[in-house]
């Protein structure tokens, strides 16, 4: 039998890291002449351009001979990465889209090479319980005055693909206890809410109007009364478009009233808790019986890392299931750990080891600083755009969003400038409606960002603008 060539060299095992030295030093090189070429948070030139770049480099997808594994990353990451967009620069600011920090990054490298699959505890024995550790701690965050002991509710978290599949989770966990609930939520809830309850065959959500884009309270209850139950709240914590918090303590007193369970979507917002600054703007969290929160948001993570929490780890046990060859009664009699009901899915990556290597090297203090930073960036970029006579602000931040828009614009200039930005490759923005008028939305993550950033970030609009 042939030995497979030098390109077919294994990442793990003892000889692992020798085969990735030499080719992860060819991937750094690229990312860096990919960045560098580009000179910019963006590919000039549009789609057409890019995808023309893009065919060029990749040439046959799927040659008869291949280059060899150093001629195959050195040209395709050059030009992913030059084609990027690229969170890590100052002026990428479109979207819930992060630059991940060197550490995570590294720790990913790791669990990419170890390949351990989180769904039965022989492929995954430290992995395991390195998340059992983390979601434990990370539940304990979002409901710090749960007991957790005999008898008594007891904290628990999954480990997610991001706020998507943690709403279906509490889409189908609720269905499971009640049959058909109906889906209470805002106007603002994120569109998985609403896919979530057509994939789970239940009724189309019930929208429930409120000021801007927060779930009103009072709307809420009149909204529970003429409903037939049972219900489901879905509130949120950081909109997608403006980043606004529903009032959690509110809602939580009008379900609690009504009987209802409430999820929370804080996949944005829910990172302030790690803050001492801001997890105020987060009070009432606690009271909801299970939360989705995204760490590849504003926790600095390569996607993907979310968590789904709940009050209770009872809530689970609809997830249990058995695979023989997975999770044998008698294996798991033994004291061996059942992984399949951790996870909607089979086969997945050790996603917490970039977390767990992050909160150990940042520890509270240095996490807190980053989300604390970010927001302080968003609120000093409102203050800047308000100072400014020809641009209009929508209103001051509550996360790190901020919409904002040339005075006396048509929706079709500020949608137009947007688009002159991104071909010129010199800022992306994002766009969102709010009061029946479009915006510019700048989503700010970046902690590295500068004063001096924030004011080029201005004068670039301004410029795509002037008559």
Known sequence: MAVPSSNAAAAGGAEGPGALRPLVDVVLAALHEGAVTRDGPFPAGGPQKVGSEVRHALGDPFPQRGTGAEEALRSLVRVTAHGAADPAHPLCTAHLHTSPLAVAVAADLAASALNPSMDSWDQAPAAAELEAAITAALAAEVYPGVPGVQGAPHPDALVTTGGTESNHLGLLLARERHGAVQVVCGAAAHHSVRRAAWLLGLPEPVAVPGPGDV??????????????????????????????????????????????????????????LFSPRHRTRLTGLDRADSVAIDLHKLGWQPVAAGLFAVRDRARLAPLATTADYLNADDDTA???????????????????????????????????????????????????????????????????????????????????????????????????????????????????????????????VEGSTRR
Do not use: M
């Open 215 to 272: 779930l009103d309270p009072a709307a809420l209850d009149g909204a529970l009364t003429d409903v037939p139950p049972p219900h489901l709240v879905v509130a949120t914590a950081g909109t997608t478009d403006t980043g606004r918090i529903d009032p959690l303590p509110q809602i939580a007193d009008v379900c609690a009233r009504h009987g209802t369970e409430l999820h929370v979507d804080a996949a944005y917002g829910g990172p302030l």
């Open 334 to 460: 033994a004291g061996f750990p059942d992984l399949l009901g951790r996870s909607l899915r089979t086969t997945r990556r050790p996603d917490v080891l970039k977390v767990a290597v992050t909160l150990r090297a940042l520890g509270r203090t240095g996490l807190a600083a980053l989300v604390d930073r970010t927001v302080d960036l968003a609120e000093q970029f409102a203050r800047l755009v308000a100072g400014r006579p020809g641009l209009e602000l929508w209103e001051p931040p509550t996360l790190t969003t901020v919409l904002f828009r040339p005075a006396g614009a048509t929706d079709e200039e500020v949608a137009a400038a947007r688009r002159t930005l991104l071909v010129a490759g010199a800022a992306v923005l994002g766009r969102a409606r709010a009061d029946g008028r479009l915006w510019l939305k700048a989503t700010l993550l970046n902690p590295r960002t500068t004063t001096s950033d924030l004011n080029d970030l201005i004068a670039l």
